[in-house]
């Protein structure tokens, strides 16, 4: 059973920094995308950084590009968001999710994948 694990949110000033972690477990699949979105009351769902698995290739859409950056630990049992230069319009809940299957990551972080974490809310104050 795949299991994902979110934590680091909170509450930060404008133009502060946290690192979202994502501990997981049961991701066994030769082949996936794994990446983080967030959805902010009353929008929809977006892809901030994906990265896959077999070859560390990473997408970041140009909504955050420079400011996010996705990571994972050597074993690949955590993944990371760092997130610097944090803006109000950067308040949502950061969800942690995996994607069976090798594409480009691109794919998956647009379209959505097939487990997620329940979030951890980061809220980013003027």
């Known amino acids: 059973e795949v299991q994902l694990v979110e934590s680091g949110g909170g509450w930060v000033h404008t133009g502060g920094s946290l690192r979202l972690s994502c501990v997981t477990s049961?991701?066994?699949?030769?082949?996936?995308?794994i990446g983080w979105f967030r959805q902010a009351p009353g929008k929809e769902r977006e892809g901030v950084s994906c990265?896959?698995?077999?070859?560390?290739?990473?997408y970041t859409p140009d909504s955050v590009k420079g400011r996010f950056t996705i990571s994972s630990d050597t074993l690949k049992t955590t993944l990371y968001l760092q997130m610097n230069g944090l803006k109000p319009e950067d308040t949502a809940v950061y969800y942690c999710?995996?994607?069976?299957?090798?594409?480009?990551?691109?794919?998956?972080?647009?379209?959505?994948?097939?487990?997620w974490g329940k979030g951890t809310l980061v809220n980013v104050t003027s």
């Open positions: 990265m896959r698995s077999s070859d560390g290739t990473t």
């Open positions: 999710a995996v994607d069976q299957g090798r594409v480009d990551p691109s794919v998956p972080c647009r379209y959505g994948m097939d487990y």
């Open positions: 049961g991701v066994t699949f030769d082949h996936y995308t």
